[in-house]
Every structure is written in structure tokens, then in C-alpha cells.
């Protein structure tokens, strides 16, 4: 079923675009999910599938207070987020599938000498492996990541910041993402956004925005193909 698409209005000029990673590039967001459970296993506890998905997007700064308000001061929040990156980083080694429709878009950028770039919450280090193990790294000028900038998502600094290295406007940007926090950031720093939800859906405040929501990069690239000059 396609989702509806909402275009406030056409910009047919594209200075640079903007992708965020995880669950919008590579297909890592149900791997995150499932050590967040097994970590929580292990430790001898379950927890409700609805936590790790409210994390979709969020920060690592944000976690901790995040799984204490959820799971109450007594869960040994510090223990199973130790234990769940380990298992992640051990998972993570073999390359991670890519999401619908990525190299159909990079491609597409590409040909038309669009300069591309990643914004993250993911850390450098795990970061850069992802994009190096899935051969996505030689489509990006630069990613700025998690452990840079001061003000998460949905706050727009890791957008403002990639704006500034790309010496672009951010009017003339188009970003990527598929979490709530991400499109508002996206939003927040004045570009046009495609939002491609993956494990949770956008949220009324976010459909708010106008954004254009679709069920795939390979819509989005059609949408773009169509306003573009050939």
C-alpha cells in the first residue's frame, strides 16, 4: 500500500542532499531491535517491544534517562546497554543489507553531479564501518556523526553542520531520513525532507511539517526524476 505523499510545494533546484543511515540507507534498525531484546535475555529480563522501537532515531545521550523512565530506577539500565552494544558491534561485522531503492537513488545523484553527504546519530567509528562494509562510503563527500555535534536530533544542528561543510543553502538541500527526530531536524534546518519511514511510522506532528513521505527511495528518486531537468 503506498503511502500518501504531501508536497507543500517544488523545488527543482538541488544544491546537495543529505542521507541519514541507520534504517534509511542500511537495513540495521530490526538487527538493533533484536540485540536489545537479546541483551535483555541474557541479563534474565524482557522487555516490551515498544522501548527499543521509541529509540528509532534517538541519541545515545538520550538512551539512559530514555530506558529509566521506562523500565523504572531498579533495571540495571547501564548493564543491558553495555551488553546490547556488544552484541550489535559482534552482529554487525558482515555487511548489513541495504534499504530499497539506495543505490537507484545514489546513482541518480551522482550522474547529475549532486554532492552527497550522511548525517548520523551513529557514532564515528561504527559509522564509517557500516558505510565501508556495505561499499556505500565512495558516494558521500563526508558524514558528520553522533559523537560531533552537541544537539541530537530532532534538534538541526547535524544538518546545519553538513549544510556548512557542503558550502550549500539549505533551501537548495534535500534530506533524507526515516525517523520522526530526523525528518524534524531535517525540517528544522530549513530543507525540503523525504521522510521513508521504516519501523515506525511518522507521527502526526511530523506529517505537520509538509514533509514528503513515501515508501521507498525508489519513490522518492521518481518524484525527483520528475521535477528535474533531464
Given at each position: 500500500?503506498?503511502?500518501?505523499?504531501?508536497?507543500?510545494?517544488?523545488?527543482?533546484?538541488?544544491?546537495?542532499?543529505?542521507?541519514?543511515?541507520?534504517?534509511?540507507?542500511?537495513?540495521?534498525?530490526?538487527?538493533?531491535?533484536?540485540?536489545?531484546?537479546?541483551?535483555?535475555?541474557?541479563?534474565?529480563?524482557?522487555?516490551?517491544?515498544?522501548?527499543?522501537?521509541?529509540?528509532?532515531?534517538?541519541?545515545?545521550?538520550?538512551?539512559?534517562?530514555?530506558?529509566?523512565?521506562?523500565?523504572?530506577?531498579?533495571?540495571?539500565?547501564?548493564?543491558?546497554?553495555?551488553?546490547?552494544?556488544?552484541?550489535?558491534?559482534?552482529?554487525?561485522?558482515?555487511?548489513?543489507?541495504?534499504?530499497?531503492?539506495?543505490?537507484?537513488?545514489?546513482?541518480?545523484?551522482?550522474?547529475?553531479?549532486?554532492?552527497?553527504?550522511?548525517?548520523?546519530?551513529?557514532?564515528?567509528?561504527?559509522?564509517?564501518?557500516?558505510?565501508?562494509?556495505?561499499?556505500?562510503?565512495?558516494?558521500?563527500?563526508?558524514?558528520?556523526?553522533?559523537?560531533?555535534?552537541?544537539h541530537p536530533k530532532p534538534?538541526?544542528?547535524?544538518?546545519?553542520?553538513?549544510?556548512?561543510?557542503?558550502?550549500?543553502?539549505?533551501?537548495?538541500?534535500?534530506?533524507?531520513?526515516?525517523?520522526?527526530?530526523?525528518?524534524?531536524?531535517?525540517?528544522?534546518?530549513?530543507?525540503?525532507?523525504?521522510?521513508?519511514?521504516?519501523?515506525?511510522?511518522?507521527?502526526?506532528?511530523?506529517?505537520?511539517?509538509?514533509?514528503?513521505?513515501?515508501?521507498?527511495?525508489?519513490?522518492?528518486?521518481t518524484i525527483?526524476?520528475?521535477?528535474?531537468?533531464?
Amino acid at each position: 500500500m503506498n503511502m500518501a505523499i504531501k508536497i507543500t510545494e517544488t523545488r527543482t533546484k538541488i544544491a546537495a542532499a543529505i542521507f541519514d543511515m541507520d534504517g534509511l540507507l542500511i537495513d540495521s534498525e530490526r538487527m538493533s531491535l533484536a540485540c536489545w531484546h537479546d541483551a535483555a535475555l541474557e541479563l534474565g529480563h524482557t522487555i516490551s517491544e515498544h522501548i527499543p522501537l521509541g529509540m528509532i532515531g534517538m541519541h545515545s545521550s538520550k538512551t539512559e534517562s530514555y530506558l529509566r523512565s521506562e523500565l523504572g530506577k531498579d533495571f540495571p539500565v547501564m548493564t543491558l546497554r553495555a551488553r546490547t552494544h556488544e552484541i550489535y558491534l559482534e552482529r554487525s561485522q558482515s555487511a548489513i543489507d541495504l534499504r530499497p531503492g539506495v543505490l537507484e537513488l545514489l546513482d541518480y545523484l551522482r550522474e547529475r553531479a549532486i554532492p552527497c553527504a550522511v548525517a548520523t546519530s551513529t557514532r564515528r567509528s561504527i559509522a564509517i564501518h557500516h558505510l565501508e562494509t556495505t561499499r556505500l562510503l565512495p558516494y558521500f563527500q563526508f558524514a558528520v556523526c553522533g559523537d560531533e555535534i552537541t544537539h541530537p536530533k530532532p534538534a538541526p544542528e547535524i544538518y546545519l553542520k553538513a549544510i556548512a561543510k557542503l558550502n550549500a543553502q539549505a533551501a537548495d538541500c534535500i534530506v533524507f531520513e526515516d525517523s520522526n527526530f530526523g525528518a524534524q531536524a531535517g525540517h528544522a534546518a530549513g530543507c525540503r525532507v523525504f521522510m521513508v519511514p521504516d519501523l515506525r511510522p511518522a507521527l502526526p506532528e511530523t506529517k505537520a511539517l509538509g514533509l514528503t513521505i513515501v515508501d521507498s527511495l525508489h519513490q522518492a528518486k521518481t518524484i525527483l526524476a520528475g521535477e528535474l531537468p533531464r
